[in-house]
């Protein structure tokens, strides 16, 4: 029989049927491949009428069946044997062998071999764990000190700088900037000017009127321009449509379902226009209003208080105190003549007024007439101590309690403690202009009135007392608040925050839910019956934001309810700071605080962004007495209001935007488009 082996070995090999009943072995010389089963199988075929095999007897030393024999001395050998000295039987054979110059094949199953490809193979799983663990810290180092921090992805520079500013992101690769009097759309992923129109009056249009003031809905701009509101195509820029409004435009009101516009034509006499976003459509209605400026006599002149402590500023006890003594010393005292009591009320002689209010979709004509003038003196200081500190030896110690004391008598004589409550009635006429279904509602207050119009109600405040009203000026319910509301809310920072972040009305609609807030609580009301669901303490709330699960976060602060109550009072040592809560919808529970992180700008998606920042001219000299320009931009940890990571410029913003990973800052000679990656 003629062999060759896969090697390339050829061998002739005689047989013999004698082989079929004693099996035999044949290991390749040249490369060790056992071909010992094979070559039986082919005896046993070449002579298949010899007899049986005999099974191979057992190994003496092991008990397992002979599977071989010794290269040297022809011992049979069995696996286990093998495994300790391969195709040899013992350590002699093996030294006989090598002395010999014979090549024994390595047995791949000896235990040398396998423990070698056992190292082998751990070095490997050891050296490719190692490159995963540090490609894994790599991919995480960049993510967590690289990928997820914000850096400037895109900046553009203005020729001139400007003062005042909006920014708008328009998701996915858009954003908007209104500067001076040009409305610019950027491709953010071109990283170009897609178009820019003007912001200004039409030509051959009156030039007094509303500021600048524009709407994006459904991919399309609604600009107000002089006498005429004007649908640009947001692709191109081009003009779409132009609505002539009967004169030039006062009030701009857009809503997500349509957009409505008070304008007043030379003769004085006032229009009322409503445009359907939905198809362009427009209806129109004179108004009987003389005008809308509320009428305003001589105010008397009172003996006005001192700011907050809040407004004394930060910094050191004796600097606040030296501010405080400033402020009272600068205050002017009333003239002789002028016969107000201590605390006086400040406010016009005749509060009466006529104005239009936009909400809902539509235009409320709001009428304000005084019935009866009637003030309350309030207590707005505590009583003073019955053993003055002056009284006592003055250390350092006690000198801010003297201090404290001693402008609070001072303020104690100019304002007598009190406060002047107007709770004088009030006839209110409320009309809702282009539904002529909806019948005018004439009623009587107490206190100064408001009107709040939202997307399904109207909400009348006058002191403490709410009524509610629906889109068809039918009365549905009636409520009471802790304090009366705020009339100078976010006067000045709603320009930079916009009007998600900086509450412009004490009242905010969501999910079946009427939120109010006034100087010293937040309540939440049932929409549909005006059951009070709770009640949250928050003075000096500002902000009202939601999430899209609904959760809310407030822009607040951590004064006491008592800074509310007693609102002249003076401590230099308190510092009120401002403080972010989240709070459950439902229960009114406080999930989390976050102090010191500015104020809550944007919830969008998992981001929440929190900003802090200050006026000034860019690059001054640092000034002492005040702080810094800068903005200081935090991202916030839905989760537990815990800060990730803070962006800090030394420049003055004018305007912010945030649509998910994605920041816009309008600087006055820059915009800056910020990113960050994330999952």
């Given at each position: 029989m003629r062999i060759e082996c896969t090697c390339g070995a050829r061998y002739d090999l005689d047989t013999t049927p004698e082989m079929v009943s004693a099996p035999f072995s044949f290991v390749c010389s040249s490369c060790g491949a056992d071909h010992s089963a094979m070559l039986n199988d082919l005896v046993r075929q070449q002579y298949p009428e010899a007899p049986s095999p005999v099974a191979p007897a057992a190994c003496l030393k092991h008990g397992w069946p002979i599977s071989n024999h010794c290269l040297v001395c022809q011992k049979p050998i069995c696996p286990k044997c093998m495994e300790v000295f391969g195709y040899v039987c013992s350590s002699l054979c093996a030294e006989s062998a090598r002395k010999a110059g014979l090549e024994v094949p390595v047995y791949e199953g000896h235990f040398a071999v396998v423990r070698a490809r056992a190292r082998r193979q751990q070095r490997l799983t050891i050296l490719a764990a190692s490159v995963a663990c540090i490609a894994i810290l790599g991919a995480w180092a960049w993510y967590q000190f690289v990928a997820t921090k914000p850096s400037v992805a895109w900046s553009v520079r203005f020729a001139e700088p400007v003062d005042a500013a909006d920014a708008r992101l328009l998701p996915p690769h858009d954003a908007m900037v209104r500067r001076g009097d040009r409305l610019i759309r950027y491709d953010l992923a071109a990283k170009k000017e897609r178009w820019s129109i003007p912001m200004g009056p039409v030509p051959g249009s009156a030039e007094d009127g509303v500021p600048p003031s524009w709407h994006e809905t459904g991919g399309d701009l609604w600009v107000a321009r002089g006498d005429k509101v004007v649908r640009y195509d947001g692709r191109t820029g081009e003009v779409a449509q132009e609505v002539p409004v009967g004169g030039v435009i006062q009030r701009f009101f857009p809503e997500p379902a349509a957009i409505a516009v008070v304008a007043q034509a030379g003769d004085g006499h006032q229009v009322s226009t409503r445009i359907d976003l939905s198809d362009g459509s427009v209806r129109q209605e004179e108004l009987a209003l003389a005008g809308m400026k509320p009428s305003v006599q001589r105010p008397v002149v009172a003996r006005a208080p001192l700011p907050a402590a809040a407004d004394l500023g930060s910094g050191p006890a004796p600097i606040r105190a030296a501010r405080a003594i400033q402020l009272l010393a600068n205050r002017p005292l009333p003239p002789e003549d002028d016969e107000a009591a201590p605390g006086g009320f400040d406010g016009p002689i005749d509060p009466s007024r006529e104005e239009i209010l936009g909400g809902g979709g539509g235009l409320v004509q709001f009428s304000v007439k005084r019935l009866e003038q009637k003030m309350a003196a309030v207590q707005a200081m505590k009583d003073a101590p019955a053993k003055p500190a002056l009284s006592g030896d003055i250390s350092a110690a006690s000198s801010l309690a003297v201090i404290n004391e001693t402008l609070n008598d001072w303020q104690r004589e100019r304002t007598g403690g009190v406060e002047q409550e107007d709770v004088s009635r009030y006839q209110v006429t409320l009309k809702r202009l282009l539904q002529p279904r909806a019948a005018p509602w004439t009623g009587e207050v107490v206190g100064p009135p408001g009107l709040f119009p939202l997307p399904t109600v109207s909400v009348l405040?006058?002191?403490?007392?709410?009524?509610?009203?629906?889109?068809?000026?039918?009365?549905?319910?009636?409520?009471?608040?802790?304090?009366?509301?705020?009339?100078?809310?976010?006067?000045?920072?709603?320009?930079?925050?916009?009007?998600?972040?900086?509450?412009?009305?004490?009242?905010?609609?969501?999910?079946?839910?009427?939120?109010?807030?006034?100087?010293?609580?937040?309540?939440?009301?049932?929409?549909?019956?005006?059951?009070?669901?709770?009640?949250?303490?928050?003075?000096?709330?500002?902000?009202?934001?939601?999430?899209?699960?609904?959760?809310?976060?407030?822009?607040?602060?951590?004064?006491?309810?008592?800074?509310?109550?007693?609102?002249?009072?003076?401590?230099?040592?308190?510092?009120?700071?401002?403080?972010?809560?989240?709070?459950?919808?439902?229960?009114?529970?406080?999930?989390?605080?976050?102090?010191?992180?500015g104020w809550l700008a944007r919830a969008t998606g998992k981001f929440l962004y929190a900003v802090e920042w200050a006026a000034g001219e860019d690059g001054a000299r640092p000034d002492p007495n005040r702080m810094a320009a800068h903005v200081r931009i935090h991202r916030l940890d839905p989760g537990d209001g815990e800060v990730k990571w803070e962006y800090y410029q030394a420049r003055e913003p004018l305007a912010f935007d945030f649509e998910r990973n994605t920041i816009q800052v309008v600087f006055k000679k820059e915009m800056q488009i910020i990113k960050f990656f994330s999952f």
């Open positions: 405040i006058a002191g403490r007392n709410l009524t509610v009203f629906d889109q068809a000026n039918r009365k549905a319910w009636e409520g009471r608040l802790a304090y009366p509301v705020s009339s100078h809310l976010n006067e000045g920072r709603i320009s930079i925050l916009g009007q998600e972040a900086a509450l412009t009305s004490p009242c905010v609609e969501r999910d079946g839910r009427l939120f109010v807030v006034d100087r010293g609580m937040v309540t939440a009301f049932d929409l549909a019956s005006g059951n009070v669901r709770w009640r949250l303490p928050g003075v000096g709330t500002s902000g009202l934001l939601f999430d899209e699960r609904g959760m809310i976060y407030l822009n607040t602060t951590d004064a006491a309810q008592e800074k509310v109550k007693y609102s002249q009072q003076i401590d230099i040592e308190n510092k009120t700071r401002a403080l972010i809560l989240k709070v459950d919808p439902q229960s009114g529970k406080i999930l989390w605080r976050a102090r010191n992180v």
